[in-house]
């Protein structure tokens, strides 16, 4: 059984940076051959995919976030984070980590981060 656990802050002021935290068991991060996926859920909307890390470690964004994402990962910990950067409130919402590349299998049960100041 593999299990999804995000950590970060719930309230990050405008122009930081976002990070939070995926721990993940039950499945190797680095070596299971799976890849791993950030997606998020504004209030009162739908499900918005922010990007990805593969299992040789190699990225993938959403072209609307790219230019303010970075996944990566700690493999010695079988973590893998997002840091989004100069955050605004639209940024305000319910954060998943994800386990599969299109569709998932695995969730985390989602940290709400507020953007406000």
């Known amino acids: 059984q593999v299990q999804l656990q995000e950590s970060g802050p719930d309230l990050v002021k405008p122009s930081q940076t976002l990070d939070l935290r995926c721990s993940v068991s039950?499945?190797?991060?680095?070596?299971?051959?799976?890849?791993w996926s950030w997606i998020r859920q504004p209030p009162g909307k739908g499900l918005e995919w922010i990007g990805r890390i593969g299992p040789s470690g190699t990225t993938d964004y959403s072209p609307s976030l790219k230019s303010r994402t970075s996944i990566s990962r700690d493999s010695s910990k079988n973590q893998f984070t997002l840091q989004l950067r100069s955050v605004t409130p639209a940024d305000t919402a319910a954060y998943y980590c994800?386990?599969?590349?299109?569709?998932?299998?695995?969730w985390g049960q989602g940290t709400q981060v507020t953007v406000s100041s």
């Open positions: 039950g499945a190797s991060i680095a070596t299971d051959g799976y890849y």
């Open positions: 994800a386990k599969g590349f299109f569709t998932y299998d695995y």
